[in-house]
């Protein structure tokens, strides 16, 4: 195990949230977005003049995720599933799979390859009550249960080849993996991958996968963002300045940076100062944008040339350079 303490961790924008968490770096529209658990608000952050819009569903968003075509966000919210449009600004409740004010609510979720959404439910009040991953099919309404028993859902995450599905159980400290049938969205062959308990404290909560298949595991007041390798390996830890981390995302001209969310909630902030804060790092191995959502009614986007996106993604970065 290496703690690594070659790469300092910065502030990359104050974001004073209760619960920051589902980072998405959109870089052809220069755009980062990230929500607000607790506050039910999504909040788009313009990287080039690092103005923000806010918004809110009035519902808990566990996750989040772009539809493909540039027309909206998915999400998973308290009630189930959810689609907010960016022409109107206006929230529709999609899917609703285990009913309305239920007490359960939608946590961690992403977009597998062919752009399906998954996301798990918890008890709001009660983490130990095992719980249902949910598909949301193409069609924008369909939630198929695939997986139970997962009391806390953390991240879910498809290995770079999609042979294998990883998600983490925060309440009982577990990370486990399925074997991945990627055409059907099939899991199989549940089994434990890695239990943090005796390694780390805090619990594993929001996480990323990179290109060569290590996870990237933040761990929710344990104030550490951890590698772990596809053999089950703690590869590498870095000591976070917050006490709870919540998910890494991919960021940079060569998808070598990630920034990471944080919750200031129910903590001291005169201890933790940066608690609620986006937070950068180098980490010096490359991942991979999020996948998008592929609405069946949304329409197909018009691709850009790859040097116009190249083009993009440098200004970006240098805009970011010049504001830091």
Same mark, same amino acid.
């Given at each position: 195990?290496?703690?690594?303490?070659?790469?300092?961790?910065?502030?990359?924008?104050?974001?004073?949230?209760?619960?920051?968490?589902?980072?998405?770096?959109?870089?052809?529209?220069?755009?980062?977005?990230?929500?607000?658990?607790?506050?039910?608000?999504?909040?788009?952050?313009?990287?080039?003049? $690092?103005?923000?819009?806010?918004?809110?569903?009035?519902?808990?968003?566990?996750? $989040?995720?772009?539809?493909?075509?540039?027309?909206?966000?998915?999400?998973?919210?308290?009630?189930?599933?959810?689609?907010? /449009?960016?022409?109107?600004?206006?929230?529709?409740?999609?899917?609703?799979?285990?009913?309305?004010?239920?007490?359960?609510? $939608?946590?961690?979720? #992403?977009? @597998?390859?062919?752009?399906?959404?998954?996301?798990?439910?918890?008890?709001?009040?009660?983490?130990?009550?095992?719980?249902?991953?949910?598909?949301?099919?193409?069609?924008?309404?369909?939630?198929?249960?695939?997986? +139970?028993?997962?009391?806390?859902?953390?991240?879910?995450?498809?290995?770079?080849?999609?042979?294998?599905?990883?998600?983490?159980?925060?309440?009982?400290? %577990?990370?486990?993996?399925? @074997?991945?049938?990627?055409?059907?969205?099939?899991?199989?062959?549940?089994?434990?991958?890695? /239990?943090?308990?005796?390694?780390?404290?805090?619990?594993?909560?929001?996480?990323?996968?990179?290109?060569?298949?290590?996870?990237?595991?933040?761990?929710? @007041?344990?104030?550490?963002?951890?590698?772990?390798?596809? +053999?089950?390996?703690? /590869?590498?830890?870095?000591?976070? !300045?917050?006490?709870?981390?919540?998910?890494?995302?991919?960021?940079?001209?060569? $998808? @070598?940076?990630?920034?990471?969310?944080?919750?200031?909630?129910?903590?001291?902030? #005169?201890?933790?100062?940066?608690?609620?804060?986006?937070?950068?790092?180098?980490?010096?191995?490359?991942?991979?944008?999020?996948?998008?959502?592929?609405?069946?009614?949304?329409? %197909?986007?018009?691709?850009? !040339?790859?040097?116009?996106?190249?083009?993009?993604?440098?200004?970006?970065?240098?805009?970011?350079?010049?504001?830091?």
């Amino acid at each position: 195990m290496i703690i690594d303490e070659s790469h300092e961790v910065y502030r990359f924008y104050s974001a004073h949230a209760e619960v920051a968490k589902s980072g998405i770096w959109d870089p052809q529209n220069h755009k980062y977005y990230y929500c607000d658990i607790t506050q039910g608000s999504f909040h788009i952050l313009d990287l080039i003049d $690092m103005s923000r819009e806010d918004y809110s569903v009035g519902l808990k968003i566990g996750a $989040m995720a772009l539809i493909e075509g540039g027309t909206g966000l998915v999400m998973a919210v308290r009630d189930g599933f959810g689609i907010w /449009d960016f022409a109107t600004k206006k929230f529709e409740l999609v899917a609703t799979p285990y009913g309305i004010n239920s007490g359960w609510r $939608m946590n961690d979720g #992403n977009v @597998d390859s062919k752009g399906r959404f998954w996301a798990g439910r918890l008890f709001d009040t009660d983490e130990t009550k095992p719980g249902m991953i949910y598909r949301l099919e193409l069609d924008g309404k369909t939630a198929t249960p695939v997986i +139970d028993g997962i009391c806390c859902t953390n991240g879910v995450l498809w290995s770079p080849d999609n042979k294998r599905m990883y998600c983490g159980d925060s309440t009982h400290k %577990k990370i486990y993996v399925w @074997d991945y049938e990627e055409e059907s969205g099939t899991p199989s062959n549940q089994r434990l991958f890695f /239990d943090t308990a005796s390694y780390f404290s805090g619990v594993p909560d929001g996480a990323n996968i990179d290109s060569d298949g290590y996870l990237w595991v933040c761990f929710y @007041d344990g104030n550490h963002l951890v590698r772990i390798s596809p +053999d089950a390996k703690v /590869d590498r830890v870095y000591n976070m !300045p917050v006490k709870r981390p919540t998910q890494p995302v991919w960021f940079g001209e060569n $998808m @070598d940076e990630l920034l990471v969310t944080s919750a200031s909630k129910d903590v001291n902030r #005169n201890m933790w100062p940066e608690s609620g804060n986006i937070l950068k790092l180098h980490a010096g191995v490359q991942g991979q944008l999020k996948n998008k959502y592929r609405l069946a009614s949304a329409p %197909k986007p018009n691709p850009l !040339p790859q040097f116009t996106i190249d083009l993009h993604i440098k200004g970006t970065v240098a805009a970011l350079r010049s504001f830091l």
